[in-house]
């Protein structure tokens, strides 16, 4: 039998390898970072991740150590829609500017925004991160606000469906989410590829934070959720008017799937 090397006194060579090897290298530039660590979301917290997650959820994740993430207020940093199976089918759906051959397929898909656009990838990529929370829609989604901070002017519904959905909430005091789901995956595919909003500017479209990405393609549901921009600051000098990953915790959607209730 093996003996346990628990409370054995290592030799400095050990010691002096282990380090060795939580040191991380990156070429541009050239830093070396020691981090002993790893993402603190486990394999086991994917696994029931993707057993619970269902399309139409938002999900929001954050890191212990970028630096953008301790630039963002709030908890989470970073905000994505989980779209469930794509294939190549729903290329249709894609701007004509992506390629079939460059269009992403898989069994379970999440789309968001980050530094280089509007992009799919899988949900076991996504979850590579140290804090995850999925949120969900009440079925059927109830009306919660009159004027919602989601508003987009008529201009910017492109699909006469969306707009039709929109008209029939604000007659209706509740509509089924899973009637309305379809039309809001439609709108998230067509914006793959839409540049990244460093800006932050959440009265024009033509490029999207990952927040203003999830809000315009729920612009329809609007009065469904709690939800407005605010103020906050990111910066020493930067305080936009943004819709921060933490509001959607607050928003009236229901938590499903939270890390910090999660042994580590």
């Not at 500017?97 to 980050?114: L, N, R």
């Not at 899973?178 to 009265?203: C, E, M, N, S, T």
């Not at 203003?212 to 103020?231: N, S, T, Y």
Request: overall charge negative; hydrophobic content about 40%.
């Amino acid at each position: 039998m093996q003996k346990s090397t628990k409370g054995r006194k290592r030799a400095w060579w050990e010691v002096a390898l282990t380090l060795f090897g939580d040191i991380k290298v990156f070429p541009h530039p050239m830093f070396m970072v020691y981090d002993p660590g790893s993402y603190r979301i486990k394999g086991r917290h994917a696994r029931e991740i993707i057993e619970v997650v269902e399309p139409g959820d938002i999900l929001l994740r954050s890191y212990d150590r970028y630096l953008d993430g301790r630039c963002i207020p709030g908890q989470f940093s970073h905000a994505g829609l989980y779209l469930g199976e794509l294939t190549s089918d729903d290329s249709r759906f894609a701007p004509d500017e992506v390629e079939k051959s460059d269009f992403p397929t898989g069994s379970q898909m999440v789309i968001h925004a980050m530094a280089d656009g509007v992009f799919a990838e899988d949900v076991l990529n996504f979850c590579r991160c140290d804090e995850l929370a999925v949120l969900r829609f009440s079925d059927p989604v109830t009306r919660c606000r009159e004027n919602s901070g989601l508003y987009v002017e008529r201009s910017r519904y492109e699909d006469p469906d969306e707009w039709e959905l929109k008209m029939r909430f604000e007659r209706e005091d509740h509509i089924a989410f899973h009637d309305a789901w379809p039309i809001v995956r439609r709108v998230a595919l067509a914006q793959l590829g839409r540049p990244y909003d460093f800006y932050f500017d959440f009265h024009g479209t033509e490029k999207m934070s990952c927040t203003e990405f999830v809000c315009f393609c729920l612009k329809a549901l609007g009065c469904g959720i709690d939800i407005a921009p605010a103020q906050s600051r990111m910066m020493v000098f930067f305080k936009p008017t943004i819709i921060a990953p933490d509001a959607f915790l607050t928003s009236g959607l229901k938590q499903v799937w939270t890390s910090t209730s999660q042994s580590a």
